[in-house]
């Protein structure tokens, strides 16, 4: 999600905007995902809702800015034509280098260094386990967020105490865990399961840690449907997922990643999209 700079400097607030682009194995993809955008920020907007407290729960503080003021007896849209629908106002935040990563179910890169180590991130697992299963307790696993267009790190709990110091790096490990295990009781709920997570946050000016950027969405997260997961007797059918795997898929039965990327074929394109629409739908109906 870009950001792009408002008028009103002064209140340090900016636009965050979600695009329909897609992106796989480090390359964007054409053409997008019609609608992708909207549906992202509807959910982000949702999750931070919900988070903030509108569920019972204690109020996780976010980076939303209100989006219209009052003129005289008239509200006054802040978020241009262009773009509305697919863009927050938010504070700007003194951002955090750490991605926080939380991973409740043993798949991805993490399946694939257990089968070589038994371990995720360097943590110690039981034998056993196979790829989809749930772990025993969810994991936080940070990642150092490297400079634009160089590939994020995964990093210790102990690297990220050096990195940010050890108060923020237990309160980043702990706000994560929260939210992972606050949000996948709600997907249950819904007849999903929240494999993995990751979230961002920053300080804002009072020195609060806040939630920012977008948050639980199919771009940041691995959502399964829970009922193919108990029923599946593979993998594919285990894993029935809700974001851009359709893409990933197809690109690496279609392309051996040298070069420009093919064109994405019309039908995957519309199965994508509704995977992202059905995971917004039965989320929040």
Same mark, same amino acid.
């Not at 697992?125 to 989809?132: I, K, R, S």
């Not at 772990?135 to 969810?138: C, N, S, T």
């Not at 197809?250 to 392309?255: P, R, V």
């Given at each position: 999600?870009p950001?792009? !700079?408002?008028e009103?400097t002064?209140?340090?607030?900016?636009? +965050?905007?979600?695009?329909?682009?897609?992106?796989?194995?480090?390359h964007?993809?054409s053409p997008g995902?019609?609608?992708?955008?909207?549906?992202?920020?509807t959910? !982000? +907007?949702?999750?931070?809702d919900?988070?903030?407290g509108s569920?019972?729960g204690?109020g996780?503080p976010?980076h939303?800015a209100?989006d219209?003021?009052?003129?005289?007896?008239?509200s006054?849209e802040?978020?241009?034509?262009?773009v509305?629908?697919?863009?927050?106002?938010?504070?700007?935040?003194d951002?955090?280098?750490?991605e926080c990563?939380v991973?409740?179910y +043993?798949?991805?890169?993490?399946?694939?260094?257990?089968?070589?180590?038994?371990t995720?991130c360097g943590?110690p697992?039981?034998?056993?386990? *196979?790829?989809?299963d749930r $772990?025993?307790?969810?994991l936080?696993?940070?990642a150092y967020?490297?400079?634009?267009?160089?590939?994020d790190?995964?990093? *210790?709990?102990e690297?990220?105490?050096?990195?940010v110091?050890?108060e923020?790096a237990?309160?980043?490990r702990? $706000?994560s865990?929260?939210?992972?295990?606050r949000?996948?009781?709600?997907?249950?709920?819904?007849? +999903?399961?929240?494999a993995?997570?990751k979230?961002?946050?920053?300080y804002d000016?009072e020195?609060?840690?806040? $939630?920012?950027?977008e948050?639980?969405t199919s771009d940041?997260s691995r959502?399964?449907d829970a009922?193919a997961?108990?029923?599946g007797s593979?993998?594919?059918?285990?894993m029935?997922?809700?974001?851009k795997q359709i893409v990933?898929d197809?690109?690496?039965?279609?392309?051996d990643?040298?070069?420009?990327p093919?064109?994405?074929?019309?039908d995957?394109?519309?199965?994508?999209?509704?995977?992202y629409?059905?995971?917004? !739908?039965?989320?929040?109906?």
């Open positions: 999600m950001k792009m !700079s408002n009103s002064a209140r340090r607030v900016v636009k +965050l905007v979600a695009s329909d682009r897609v992106s796989a194995f480090d964007v993809l995902i019609p609608d992708k955008g909207v549906l992202l920020t959910l !982000s +907007l949702w999750w931070f919900l988070l903030a569920d019972g204690r996780i976010n939303l209100a219209h003021v009052l003129r005289g007896d008239d006054v802040l978020i241009p034509d262009a509305r629908g697919r863009a927050m106002l938010v504070r700007s935040l951002m955090q280098p750490i990563v991973r409740g +043993l798949t991805g890169s993490g399946w694939a260094e257990y089968q070589a180590s038994r995720v943590i697992l039981p034998d056993g386990l *196979t790829d989809g $772990l025993p307790e969810p936080y696993t940070p967020k490297a400079p634009m267009g160089e590939h790190e995964n990093i *210790t709990y690297r990220s105490v050096e990195l110091g050890e923020t237990a309160a980043l702990d $706000l865990l929260e939210i992972y295990r949000a996948a009781a709600v997907a249950e709920r819904h007849g +999903l399961i929240l993995d997570t979230f961002e946050f920053g000016a020195g609060v840690l806040t $939630l920012a950027d948050v639980l940041s959502y399964w009922e997961w108990r029923a593979t993998p594919a059918e285990r029935a997922s809700f974001d990933r197809w690109l690496a039965a279609n392309w990643k040298q070069g420009e093919p064109a994405l074929p019309d995957i394109v519309t199965r994508t999209r509704a995977r629409a059905e995971l917004l !739908s039965r989320l929040t109906s």
